[in-house]
Each structure stands twice: as C-alpha cells, then as structure tokens.
C-alpha cells in the first residue's frame, strides 16, 4: 500500500496497536530541559519508577539560563534552583546533560542535530513544542506536555492517535533576500494557527529541496505555529551531507545499513494526503507579522491590516485587539514602524547559517541609534564556530551585543526581556502577547530582515539599505 | 488521578480567540519546580486588568471557562492546565483546542471539551445574562446543559475511558513493558545512542 513518509515512521514505530486503542509508539531520543522536567523527574520518584533509557535521553540547559556572565552562579535564585535541579536529576537518572559552560550546550534543537542525534527515520520527543524543527531530517518528532515527558521517561514510549497528513508543496525558486523564514510565515498566514491542528505537515517540492538543512529546520520548526505537531522534509543527499561526521553519526557499514534505509523515507508517489495546498515560491517576498499570533503576518511591502475590512466577528475582533495591543493602525505601511530591540537567535534562527546571514547584511554598518541588536547564537558551538568566523566582530563593530548560547528573549524566562511598550523585529516563532517581556511587542521576521531593520531601525528588508 | 464523571459548577465567557498558553501562563511563572501553586499564575498578564472577566465579582467561584475558538494554541508547557486546575477549573469548553493543549488536558484531569462555535457563542449570553446560573458537564453522556440549553460535546473516547476512570496512563503503558522490550531487541543497530 502507499504510504506518505509521516505514515512510514509512524508505522516503524508501532510498538503495539488495538482496536479502539491509541498506538503505542516507541520513542528514539527523548531530549530534555530544565523547564518542562522537574515534575517529571518527581512523578518517577514518587511512584517509585526508573528511567527506562537513560541512553536514549539527553539534557540540556537553555531556556530558564543567562547569556552573560555564565561562568558565575545564576543571579535570579528561582532560575538558579530550577538549572540545579535539573542537574540533580541528571546524575540520579544517570541522564548525560550539558550544562551552562560545556562546548555541546545550547538550545536543545539546534543541540541534537549538530551533536547527529537527529537522524531520519526516527521518532523524537521533548517538552517543547518546537521538536517539529527535528523533523527536517525526516524525523517524526513532536513537543509534549510534563505528563508525556514522565511517561517516555518511564516506558521509552508514548499512546498516540495516529495523525492526519498535509502536504505543503513549494514550488519554484526563492527571489533573491527571501528565506526558509519568509516561507514558514507564508504558510502559517495562509492556512491560519489552526489549519495544521491535528496533522503532520511534509513540506515538499522545488524550493524545499534546494534549502539548506539549517532553512529546513526553520521551516519545520513554526510548523507548531499553523497549528501541527510536526513537520516534516524528506531525507536526501543535503540530510546525509549534514549527518556525515557528526559525533553520534552512524559510520562504517553502520552508516550505509543507515543510509539504504533513510533512502526509503519518502511519501510514495501515489500516496494521498488527507489535504494538499501549494505556494509558488517565486512569488513570495519577506515577511513579516503585524499581530499577536504567527498567523498575522503579511509581505513588509505591505500595510497593517483593516478589521473593519473582515465582516467575522471573531476575526475582526482578533484583529482588533492586536492592533490595540501592538500600538498599530489600520492603513500604516509595515515599513514605517520602528522598533527599539532586534533579536537575532532562538531554535528558530540561531544556527551558524543564520548569524552569517545577517553578519552579511549589517557588515561595515552600524546599528541605528536608539536600536539594540541582541545576537544570540543558538548553541556554544555556534557561537564558537561564528566566532572563528570573525561574524562576532562584525557584530561588535555594527554595536550589538554578542550574548552567550540560549533561548533568551525568544521567551524572556531569563533577563533578556523588552520592558513594557518596547517594540522588537525578532527572529523567533512567536509573537504573542507578553512573550518577549510583559507589555512588548514583537514582529518575527527572518535574519536578513532583523539586521537590515537594525540598520535603519524601521522594519526593512536589505534591499532598502543604502549602498556602503 | 482522580476520576471525572459528572461536573456541575458556574462559568466564565472568555471572549478572546487564539489564546495561546503564554496568555495563560506567562513563562516567568515556568521557573517554578513544583506540580502545584500555580493559581496566581493564570492569566496573569490580563488579571492586572479589574475589568478581566475573572476579575468581576459575578464570576468568582467559577470551575468552567467556555472560551473562544483556538484554544492552548503555541508552547507545550503542561503548567498551563495546572494553572486552569489551580484557580479552580475542572472544564474548558471550546470550538477548537490546540493539539498539545487538548493531550495535556486529557493527562492532568481537566476536561477540554468540544462543542460549535455557534454552542459557544449562545453560552456565552446565557452565562451573562446570569453568571449565577449551574452548567453541567457530563462526560458519561456527552452533555453540556445550561437551564434550557443543552448541547453534545466531543472528547476522545480514549481520554473519556481514562478520565471515567481516572487511570494513570503510564500504568497502562507499562502493562506493555514486554512487548517494548520486544521491540527494542528489533531496532536497528545504527540508531543513536548516548550509552
């Protein structure tokens, strides 16, 4: 029977099945944080139960850590108590963790795949919804609750109802200065927060196989924003390219028993999805979003959208209090607003591609006044890699700050925040109400688009900067 | 966990579509290391508003939000049902929750329960007209009654069965512990390790 590539993982890992029943799935990597773990590391102590696969799970910090000074105790003592217990639970567990100072911590979806823990074919897990990124390898990897977390933990296996599929099909080739991150913003804008509830989405065609595995993991990564568990990219020469060498990289004869394998995760070709939509990729512009959901965005080109214009009551009034609460009105050209921060990282857009994008934009310019450029590399590595680069001095000289490896003001748990009516261009996933600090609001754009809006301190993408 | 057969209490209308968790519970309140204590948390952002509707006097007491659709929508975070459970919420009733919301909903013991828009919608004015008023849930029938309203909810039979009667799922799971040891023994030798 034919079969998609979400329908050929999920079925490999069907550990047991029954007639009303979820499917009982095994799960290959768990990967763990210190924010979504604690209470799940009690719930075993409490029942009494081990950790089936120690081998199987690895940890990291990075969400709830400083990105400066971080060879010193962590200043806020809440934060402080959350990374120890993590480290705590690690070495009771028997869990390898890499923790604030080792070479291998950072966010732990750019962590797996430069480490070649993520590998085609198999099934990950983490309490954070952005696992999806993992899926760019043609991994069937999803974010869970606590609840789920103690449960892989105990049994190395999760019930699932199996998931609906959705191809998203990207034809045509990219126009110059617009990325992987104009492409999932794109897709999120047309089919909403919710067109993804319930499936996987495979992003295919044309303009998906000439990304980068780094544009890739973009992609699939805000396939949570649309509302889907996971997305994913089937495996070719650009996945085994980037597995290649990596530490946990299969080798040897391992390496091509591996290979024959991913070799055979494609949706065949008169496979059915449950819904298809396409996008002409030569047609897209850079993107960014005007409201407080990823789903509110439009080309920067553009301008703030009219409520009055949408006669859904629901949506109207959606619209209307983003726009109250982004201090923006109908009818203002993207281009006009003005921004106070710049962040440049997160799972979303801090790998090395992503910092040598933007260094290219802003190189032998500066930062506007009244602006600060936060850039924060997705992982030591890196930060280590952009660094031999010579891409932490381009930043230097443009005035931004060179911050140490974490989520940072993707989610504002540690002191990179905006206060309260500050205004960011971000690279992260989410816009949401508060999500960068209480009272901020963020504009997610991709790398090219936040260095060239430091430049001017207008949103702006880098064919608006002058010539230097 | 404790069972959920039958819940009667009074409600809350949150007229707010996309209501991500960070609305629910921002991620400053995520450094917390504990399962319980997070009822200052909720909403904690729009709480500062006296006008909020969890704020006002008629709605204090409530155990059931009937909400706009896109429920739980963006972070994974499981503190969010903690947080509803911690105020006081045993139901969320919604056109649209967001996967991961609707699963950790289902593993903590909060109903999330599906009914129409236009269910919603007429809720919403019965529930204002008098906040007073006892809606029941019951999720052996799948019923929603308000007075003289009454409607079906959907809820996954697996997450009813188990809610009924109140297992553990990991219990379940490991019921299963010899068939994964099975399946381990068939996993290919290639797959990553950090043993």
Not at chain 1, 87 to 102: A, D, I, Q, S, Y
């Amino acid at each position: 029977m034919s079969r998609t590539l979400a329908e050929k993982v999920w079925s490999d890992h069907i550990i047991h099945e029954g007639e009303g029943l979820p499917d009982l799935l095994y799960i290959d990597l768990h990967l763990i944080h210190e924010v979504t773990s604690p209470q799940a590391f009690d719930g075993l102590r409490a029942a009494g139960r081990p950790l089936r696969r120690p081998d199987l799970t690895v940890a990291t910090e990075d969400h709830n850590i400083p990105t400066f000074d971080v060879d010193k105790p962590i200043a806020d003592p809440v934060s402080r108590i959350q990374v120890e217990t993590l480290r705590e639970n690690c070495k009771e567990f028997g869990v390898t963790l890499f923790p604030l100072g080792n070479v291998e911590q950072g966010i732990v979806h750019v962590v797996g795949p430069q480490m070649g823990l993520t590998q085609p074919g198999m099934t990950i897990v983490c309490g954070d919804s952005h696992t999806s990124t993992h899926g760019a390898f043609g991994a069937l990897a999803f974010g869970i609750g606590t609840s789920e977390v103690e449960h892989v933990m105990a049994t190395q296996a999760l019930p699932l109802k199996p998931f609906k599929t959705m191809a998203i099909n990207v034809e045509g080739a990219l126009p110059e200065g617009v990325t992987a991150k104009d492409i999932i913003l794109a897709v999120i804008a047309q089919i909403g927060t919710s067109g993804g509830q319930g499936y996987v989405l495979e992003y295919r065609g044309s303009a998906i196989k000439a990304l980068s595995m780094e544009g890739r993991m973009t992609v699939c990564n805000m396939s949570i924003e649309a509302g889907a568990r996971a997305g994913m990219i089937a495996p070719d020469s650009t996945t085994f390219d980037y597995i290649k060498g990596k530490p946990h990289a299969p080798y040897g004869k391992d390496w091509e028993s591996a290979v024959s394998y991913w070799e055979t995760l494609n949706t065949d070709p008169d496979a059915q999805f449950d819904r298809e939509i396409t996008i002409d990729a030569s047609a897209l512009r850079p993107f960014v979003t005007w409201g407080t959901n990823p789903g509110q965005g439009l080309p920067l080109d553009q301008v703030v959208p009219d409520p009055k214009a949408v006669s859904d009551p629901v949506e109207r009034a959606a619209i209307e209090n983003a726009l109250a609460y982004m201090d923006l009105r109908p009818g203002q050209p993207l281009k006009e607003i003005t921004v106070d921060t710049v962040f440049l990282g997160s799972c979303t857009n801090g790998r090395i591609e992503d910092l040598r994008a933007a260094a290219q934009v802003i190189k032998n310019r500066k930062v506007a006044d009244g602006v600060r450029l936060l850039v924060v590399p997705g992982s030591t590595r890196v930060r280590i890699e952009a660094e031999a680069e010579g891409l932490d001095q381009v930043f230097l000289d443009a005035g931004a700050e060179w911050r140490g490896a974490g989520c940072s003001m993707c989610l504002a748990m540690n002191p990179d925040k905006l206060s309260p009516g500050e205004r960011s261009a971000s690279t992260s996933n989410r816009n949401f109400e508060g999500r960068q600090g209480p009272g901020g609001r963020t504009h997610l754009v991709s790398p090219e688009v936040a260095a060239a809006t430091a430049v001017r301190g207008t949103l702006s993408a880098p064919t608006d900067l002058a010539e230097v | 966990m404790d069972a959920f057969t039958v819940h009667t209490g009074t409600a809350a209308p949150l007229h707010r579509s996309n209501v991500d968790t960070d609305q629910i519970i921002p991620a400053e309140y995520l450094k917390r290391i504990t399962r319980h204590g997070f009822e200052d948390a909720l909403f904690a952002s729009w709480r500062k508003d006296p006008d909020f509707v969890l704020n006002r006097p008629e709605y204090q007491g409530v155990s059931i939000l009937v909400a706009g659709p896109d429920f739980g929508t963006g972070s994974s975070r499981e503190h969010a049902v903690w947080a509803l459970q911690d105020f006081g919420f045993r139901v969320v009733l919604c056109s649209r929750f967001a996967d991961i919301f609707r699963g950790n909903s289902g593993k903590g013991g909060l109903l999330a329960a599906v009914i129409p828009q236009a269910a919603i919608e007429e809720l919403w004015e019965i529930v204002e007209a008098d906040p007073a008023i006892l809606i029941t849930v019951d999720l052996q029938e799948r019923k929603v009654n308000a007075g003289e309203f009454t409607c079906n909810f959907e809820v996954d039979d697996y997450v009813r069965w188990r809610l009924l009667e109140g297992l553990d799922d990991i219990g379940i799971t490991l019921e299963h512990s010899d068939v994964i040891s099975e399946f381990e023994k068939r996993r290919p030798g290639f797959l990553p390790s950090l043993g």
